[in-house]
């Protein structure tokens, strides 16, 4: 059975920075895509970042140059760093991993980012 847990969120002041960590426990292709995505109440849940086994990335345009996503493919985990933290990026954060064959998704249970201004 798949599991993703994450862990590292938290309350922040604007400006800060946080770190977000997702492990995923249980047998994986090795062909998969592992990622971030955010929803706040009200919005659908949005992509933040994404990264494959080979280390390409995709960033959503208003985190492209405050966040970094990072995988590490021997432990299974994916990391989001987080910098100059703007309230907007108030959220609960969400750790994804996407199979390409056979075609399936996996979601972690959350876990809340609190930017105070």
């Known amino acids: 059975q798949v599991q993703l847990v994450e862990s590292g969120g938290g309350l922040v002041q604007a400006g800060g920075s946080l770190k977000l960590s997702c492990r995923v426990s249980?047998?994986?292709?090795?062909?998969?895509?592992m990622g971030w995505y955010r929803q706040v109440p009200g919005k659908e849940r949005e992509l933040v970042a994404t990264?494959?086994?080979?280390?390409?990335?995709i960033y959503e345009d208003s985190v492209k140059d405050r966040f970094t996503i990072s995988r590490d493919n021997t432990q299974s985990t994916v990391d989001l760093q987080m910098k100059n933290l703007k309230t907007e990026d108030t959220a609960v954060y969400f750790c994804?991993?996407?199979?390409?064959?056979?075609?399936?998704?996996?979601w972690g249970q959350g876990t809340q980012v609190t930017v105070s201004s």
């Open positions: 990264i494959s086994t080979g280390g390409d990335t």
């Open positions: 249980g047998s994986i292709p090795r062909l998969n895509r």
């Open positions: 994804n991993v996407f199979i390409y064959k056979p075609q399936q998704t996996y």
